[in-house]
Nanobody, 116 residues
Framework: QVQLVESGGGLVQPGGSLRLSCAAS????????MGWYRQAPGKQRELVAR???????NYADSVKGRFTISRDNAKNTVYLQMSTLKPEDTAVYYC??????????WGRGTQVTVSS
């Protein structure tokens, strides 16, 4: 079975930083593209960043230059390093399997709140 466990969310002040982690099991992680998505209050879920098994990344324009997605295949973990956080970054952040036989599988999400 597939399991995605997000962690690292919390409350942070504007301008601060936070690192999210997503630990995966039940997939061949090193061959699998992974994505971070978010859903803000009253908004639709949107792609934040994704990384392929080969390490190619892409980002939403709203986070480009502030967020960095990375992966550690030895730990079966994908990270989202978030810097210069803004109140509009407040959302539930979800990890998702983006390629392979289990593409479309979601984690349960972790809350990020950016507020003074």
């Amino acid at each position: 079975q597939v399991q995605l466990v997000e962690s690292g969310g919390g409350l942070v002040q504007p301008g601060g930083s936070l690192r999210l982690s997503c630990a995966a099991s039940g997939i061949i992680f090193r061959l699998t593209a992974m994505g971070w998505y978010r859903q803000a209050p009253g908004k639709q879920r949107e792609l934040v960043a994704r990384i392929t098994g080969g390490g190619t990344t892409n980002y939403a324009d709203s986070v480009k230059g502030r967020f960095t997605i990375s992966r550690d295949n030895a730990k079966n973990t994908v990270y989202l390093q978030m810097s210069t956080l803004k109140p509009e970054d407040t959302a539930v952040y979800y990890c998702k399997v983006d390629s392979g036989p289990r593409a479309g599988y979601w984690g349960r999400g972790t809350q990020v709140t950016v507020s003074s």
